[in-house]
């Protein structure tokens, strides 16, 4: 918020809401990619379900693999671009010099390995 002279003064509150955000954001892109697994193999549970009926039918459940994946995709995106506004978010902050407090480098390294995490799925169920 604007003091009299118009600079920006941020509080602790702000940085403890700006990480909780990002946190939310964390937690977000891990449902997503969860989801999106689930998804993927969504398609698999059907095919075996499919051989144990006695009427053979042919169904192709190659849609789930790629929406599954579509959503691994959109979680690792959600997750390095979470870490990216936060970090500029804390450096903004700590720019008005009214407070100044270090990122979370835990929380943002842990939202990158999340990423890697995705992608290695997402590799994974497109090669498998």
Same mark, same amino acid.
């Given at each position: 918020? %604007?003091?009299? *002279?118009?600079?920006? #003064?941020?509080?602790? #509150?702000?940085? &403890? *809401?700006?990480?909780?955000?990002? &946190?939310? !954001?964390?937690?977000? $892109?891990?449902?997503?990619?969860? &989801?999106?697994?689930?998804? +993927? ?9 499919? #051989?144990?009926? %006695?009427?053979?039918?042919?169904? /192709?459940?190659?849609?789930?693999? !790629?929406? $599954?994946? *579509? ?15 936060? #970090?500029?978010?804390? $450096?903004?902050?700590? *720019?008005?010099? /009214?407070?100044?407090?270090?990122? /979370? ?9 999340? +990423?890697?995490? $995705? ?5 994974? &169920?497109?090669?498998?």
């Amino acid at each position: 918020m %604007p003091d009299s *002279a118009g600079v920006e #003064s941020f509080h602790l #509150s702000d940085h &403890l *809401a700006a990480e909780r955000t990002f &946190l939310a !954001w964390i937690r977000t $892109g891990v449902a997503l990619m969860g &989801l999106g697994f689930v998804v +993927a193999r969504f398609g698999l549970f059907l095919q075996e379900f499919q #051989s144990i009926r %006695p009427v053979r039918t042919v169904h /192709s459940y190659g849609l789930s693999l !790629w929406f $599954g994946t *579509a959503l691994i995709v959109v979680g690792v995106v959600v997750d390095v671009y979470s870490s990216l506004r936060y #970090s500029r978010l804390i $450096g903004h902050i700590n *720019a008005s010099g /009214s407070i100044t407090r270090k990122r /979370s480098f835990t929380a943002i390294a842990i939202a990158l390995f999340l +990423a890697l995490v $995705g992608i290695a799925m997402a590799v994974y &169920l497109v090669l498998v």
